[in-house]
């Protein structure tokens, strides 16, 4: 049964997790980016091309990674800990993505 209410809240709110997922990213990806650019004009006169450019690697990478963590994370949360929240909730979202017309 816990595997199926997680099945189900994952196709009903997965399209939240998403979302989520993707402006945590864009969040955390600004941040770094902030990061670098305080860095870069810190730093102008003595710059280190390997440094500079392990910094702009992980704004990418910082961008890309909440979408594994926030999956991981509820199919944990709805598995595991709140499975028959997780159906409800599962069945909320696909019953209101079929009244959308």
Known sequence: MD???????M???GLFIF??????GAWKAF???LGAL???FANLSNI???QLALQFFSIFSSFF???GTFFSESWKWAKYEHPLIAFLLGC???GGSSQVK
Do not use: D, K, N
Not at 3 to 9: E, P, Q, R, S
């Open 48 to 50: 280190e091309s390997q």
């Open 11 to 13: 196709l009903g709110c």
């Open 19 to 24: 979302v989520a997922a993707f402006c945590w």
């Open 65 to 67: 990674e909440p979408f």
């Open 38 to 40: 305080i860095y870069l």
């Open 3 to 9: 595997t199926f209410a997680a099945i189900v809240f």
């Open 92 to 94: 909320m979202g696909l």
């Open 31 to 33: 941040l770094s980016f």
